[in-house]
């Protein structure tokens, strides 16, 4: 399942503060007339370990408990192995449940304290689950959340889907003056006119200085600038966190139905932070 990378380089990279200028995928070589503004890999997590073990506790923290997170969702977030887990095969798996006596269990895994990105390319390879209710998500927080709050912190939201959409993903950035329902945001077709759930795809931020622009499988959908959120703050010329998780219900998404099957998985292969040479 993709290029398995030192899985430890996630660890010890001070992100914050480079920018970055120009980007390339994983898998390329540069020769030698690109080679001094090839892409540099900072930080891969591929995932690796035994089935059923924890993801590497050194980069991963969880979000813990119930209460809608703002959004009236349904589930509780855990951090055991039930709701995320490695799967042996190079993948961090996170499981939505539904539990015996008809409550909602998943989790949300988050990089805060651990180590933050400023500007760069920001992907990861994920299989989303499906399911009307169900709401899959790859985003970031600004990491001052602590001292100014949301949204002043700001939120770059890489990936997220809801289950009743099962063709489009979306991307949205939001901050004083354009969050919840106001935030600035698009959305992408899968050309294939299949589900995105039917198979992984690499969603992805390229994020400079004053823009973001959101990708699918290296294919740019939106930049949003400076420009766009007019007299309102621009928030995003700082250092952000990443959040993977799986919510169950919500406004946005609205309930499971009698539709909706559970188990449901997030399938993360991997997750990459480049920047220019």
């Given at each position: 399942m993709g290029e398995h990378l030192d899985r430890r380089r996630f660890m010890a990279l001070g992100l914050a503060g480079a920018a970055a200028t120009a980007f390339g995928t994983a898998a390329s070589v540069p020769d030698q007339a690109d080679a001094?503004?090839?892409?540099?890999?900072?930080?891969a997590d591929e995932f690796d370990g035994p089935a059923g073990s924890a993801p590497n506790p050194a980069i991963w923290r969880y979000d813990l408990g119930a209460g809608g997170w703002g959004n009236a969702e349904l589930q509780t977030y855990t951090d055991t192995r039930r709701n995320s887990a490695l799967d042996?095969?190079?993948n961090l798996v996170i499981t939505a449940r539904r539990e015996a006596d008809g409550s909602y269990t998943s989790a949300r895994l988050k990089t805060e304290g651990t180590y933050t990105a400023q500007y760069g390319r920001i992907e990861a390879r994920i299989r989303i689950p499906r399911g009307q209710g169900i709401w899959p998500a790859f985003w970031?927080?600004?990491?001052?959340?602590?001292?100014?709050?949301w949204p002043a912190c700001g939120e770059i939201d890489v990936m997220e889907n809801v289950g009743y959409e099962p063709t489009l993903v979306h991307g949205t950035v939001h901050g004083p003056g354009y969050s919840g329902a106001q935030g600035i945001s698009s959305t992408r077709q899968n050309p294939s006119g299949a589900p995105?759930?039917?198979?992984?795809?690499?969603?992805g931020v390229d994020w400079r200085p004053g823009s973001v622009t959101w990708t699918v499988d290296g294919v740019a959908y939106r930049t949003v600038t400076r420009a766009d959120v007019g007299s309102n703050p621009w928030v995003f010329d700082k250092p952000?966190?990443?959040?993977?998780n799986v919510a169950v219900g919500g406004t946005w998404p609205g309930s499971p139905d009698a539709s909706t099957s559970f188990p449901q998985q997030m399938t993360i292969d991997w997750l990459r932070v480049f920047q220019s040479a």
């Amino acid at each position: 399942m993709g290029e398995h990378l030192d899985r430890r380089r996630f660890m010890a990279l001070g992100l914050a503060g480079a920018a970055a200028t120009a980007f390339g995928t994983a898998a390329s070589v540069p020769d030698q007339a690109d080679a001094a503004t090839a892409p540099v890999l900072l930080a891969a997590d591929e995932f690796d370990g035994p089935a059923g073990s924890a993801p590497n506790p050194a980069i991963w923290r969880y979000d813990l408990g119930a209460g809608g997170w703002g959004n009236a969702e349904l589930q509780t977030y855990t951090d055991t192995r039930r709701n995320s887990a490695l799967d042996g095969a190079g993948n961090l798996v996170i499981t939505a449940r539904r539990e015996a006596d008809g409550s909602y269990t998943s989790a949300r895994l988050k990089t805060e304290g651990t180590y933050t990105a400023q500007y760069g390319r920001i992907e990861a390879r994920i299989r989303i689950p499906r399911g009307q209710g169900i709401w899959p998500a790859f985003w970031m927080l600004g990491a001052d959340i602590g001292q100014v709050g949301w949204p002043a912190c700001g939120e770059i939201d890489v990936m997220e889907n809801v289950g009743y959409e099962p063709t489009l993903v979306h991307g949205t950035v939001h901050g004083p003056g354009y969050s919840g329902a106001q935030g600035i945001s698009s959305t992408r077709q899968n050309p294939s006119g299949a589900p995105f759930a039917d198979d992984f795809h690499v969603y992805g931020v390229d994020w400079r200085p004053g823009s973001v622009t959101w990708t699918v499988d290296g294919v740019a959908y939106r930049t949003v600038t400076r420009a766009d959120v007019g007299s309102n703050p621009w928030v995003f010329d700082k250092p952000f966190f990443v959040i993977l998780n799986v919510a169950v219900g919500g406004t946005w998404p609205g309930s499971p139905d009698a539709s909706t099957s559970f188990p449901q998985q997030m399938t993360i292969d991997w997750l990459r932070v480049f920047q220019s040479a």
